[in-house]
């Protein structure tokens, strides 16, 4: 695989080939439009049928700080997101290296100030380093330039903490604007992640990309994800602040998950996982994360690979 924490020019491209995909977002006279028609399979590495990613959003205290600031005055809700890079992420790094996988780390620039020796750690056992927003700040309205300047800062943070030019972006809260493709092809991005209109990967057209100096075939691959393979809406709960007050079995979470595994596979698409290390990694949970690991490792054709791989 390649040095998926790499610069953008170390990327191969002969992870999912997406050359025969429409993109599901173009610019004509009336603005912004979905394609008419959905995204194609895409072709697989040789000897794969289906692929899997395994992905951390390791937002810590951003995550809830962004949502009321004067949290930052309560020791308790700020003990429970730091749980996650003090001991969630130690223990999903030995669950993953048990395995011999790499996966995806989309890291606030704000986590990696707060946590650099943490942050550094995942980039020295080898897994990729991804873009997820300065402070994981809420770009509902937010105008262009704040948004320009927030993933400028997160690229600046994971340079400054862990040496690393991530080339894939997860948008706060899946929150993309019709602004931000076209700002990270600028930067140089691959690849993102926030949109939900597919099970296969596919080329993301970037609006207005040309006139702004970019590459024509500075494209972004789209790495679709939803929320059913989401953590935070299984076990999310802070009182006042996030989650429905009802905290999932990991028994219940693992049985969902697996269930669309299985049927991603059969169909030769991409199972995204989205988990945090503030839930994820607590015990019982991390359990069953590694049971739907075990899961992966059984099924026949599965490529379990980093979202910079792929692309």
């Known amino acids: 695989m390649a040095n998926a924490v790499g610069r953008p020019d170390a990327i191969p491209h002969d992870g999912w080939d997406v050359a025969a995909n429409t993109p599901a977002w173009s610019r004509d006279s009336g603005g912004l439009a979905s394609a008419a028609t959905p995204p194609a399979p895409v072709t697989w590495p040789e000897g794969y049928t289906a692929a899997a990613c395994l992905t951390f959003d390791l937002d810590a205290e951003s995550a809830v700080l962004t949502a009321d600031i004067t949290s930052v005055y309560r020791m308790s809700p700020m003990s429970h997101q730091a749980y ?95 602004s931000t493709p076209r700002l990270l092809a600028e930067r140089g991005f691959l690849y993102d992640s926030s949109l939900m209109d597919s099970d296969h990967p596919y080329r993301l ?17 789209e790495v679709p994800a939803w929320w059913g393979l989401d953590d935070w809406e299984q076990y999310a709960f802070l009182p006042d602040l996030m989650g429905s007050g009802v905290i999932e079995s990991p028994a219940k979470a693992l049985q969902m998950w697996s269930l669309e595994l299985e049927a991603a596979h059969a169909i030769g698409a991409v199972f995204v996982l989205t988990c945090h290390p503030f839930l994820s990694g607590r015990p019982a949970r991390a359990r069953a994360l590694e049971e739907l690991i075990e899961l992966m490792e059984r099924l026949q054709g599965l490529w379990i690979t980093t979202m910079g791989a792929g692309r």
């Open 205 to 221: 057209a970037v609006a207005g990309a040309a006139e702004a100096g970019a590459a024509e075939e500075s494209s972004l691959v």
């Open 84 to 178: 996650g890079p003090l001991v969630g992420v130690p223990r999903i790094l030995a669950l993953l290296a048990r395995h011999g996988i790499r996966a995806t780390f989309f890291v606030p620039g704000y986590s990696a100030h707060r946590y650099p020796a943490v942050v550094r750690s995942i980039a020295e056992a080898g897994h990729e380093i991804a873009h997820h927003s300065y402070f994981h700040e809420n770009t509902i309205g937010m105008d262009e330039r704040t948004e320009a300047d927030m993933i400028d800062l997160g690229l600046e943070a994971l340079h400054d903490v862990a040496g690393v030019r991530p080339v894939g972006y997860r948008a706060p809260m899946w929150e993309l604007t019709y």
